[in-house]
């Protein structure tokens, strides 16, 4: 079974600091890749997925960006954080290739601002 | 945009079945529901999934009618550990642009179990 790494697991950081989220999967080849952001009592919010090597799409736009390195690696990064970016950040896989399989997600970044 | 619409909250005892609906009047052919559990500071995590009638697992039960406009999870005698947010989402047969948005959840069902 897939098993998502996500490091680090609390992050405070300063407004205008850049940002590194690294994400992990075990247990898949050619996962979809996503992630996602939780604000406080909200539902989770699409940001990026990746289908592949190199190939990220986004689903809205803001001061984040994500990568694709390698195939099993997802990496979530902005260049000067803003207060608005605090929140739980997800990462979330499922198998490539197939249709409708749920995600599995990993235990989540919880990112500060200040 | 939210795809699917749900209870904000219940509220439930101990040993009684709880039965949450979903309403996604928008899905589409090769679309597949499916139901997930969060806990604070946790990921979701997958619960059942279906596609049309009724699916049966160790956990919970999902009915979904003819029109698949709706469907419903069923947790048979809730327990106090049964108390999180409970996310219905329709997950898109192609994977692109056009459908990626479906898989934004929701606010989800805070469910409360009390003895």
């Known amino acids: 079974s897939q098993t998502i790494h996500q490091w680090p697991a609390t992050l405070v950081q300063p407004v205008g600091s850049p940002l590194s989220l690294e994400c992990t999967v075990e247990?898949?080849?050619?996962?979809?890749l996503y992630w996602y952001r939780q604000a406080a009592g909200r539902g989770l919010q699409l940001l990026f997925y990746s289908v592949g090597i190199g190939q990220i799409s986004s689903e809205v736009p803001q001061n984040l960006s994500a990568s694709r390195p390698q195939d099993r690696q997802f990496i979530l990064s902005s260049k000067k954080l803003l207060l608005s970016d605090s929140g739980f950040y997800l990462c979330?896989?499922?198998?490539?290739?197939?249709?409708?399989?749920?995600?599995?997600f990993g235990d989540g970044t919880r990112l500060s601002i200040l | 945009l939210a795809k699917t619409t749900q209870p904000i909250s219940m509220d439930s005892y101990e040993g009684q079945e709880v039965n949450i609906t979903c309403s996604h009047n928008?899905?589409?052919?090769?679309?597949?529901i499916t139901w997930y559990q969060q806990f604070p500071s946790q990921g979701p995590r997958f619960i059942i999934q279906?596609?049309?009638t009724k699916v049966t697992n160790e956990v919970a039960s999902l009915f979904i009618p003819a029109d698949r406009k709706s469907s419903t999870l069923s947790l048979p005698r809730v327990s106090l550990s049964d108390t999180a947010v409970y996310y219905c989402l329709v997950l898109p047969g192609p994977l692109n642009t056009g459908t990626a948005s479906k898989l934004t959840f929701g606010t989800g069902t805070r469910l409360q179990v009390t003895l």
């Open positions: 979330a896989c499922n198998p490539g290739g197939t249709l409708n399989q749920p995600q599995h």
């Open positions: 247990g898949t080849s050619n996962p979809n």
């Open positions: 279906g596609y049309k």
């Open positions: 928008n899905i589409a052919t090769n679309d597949y």
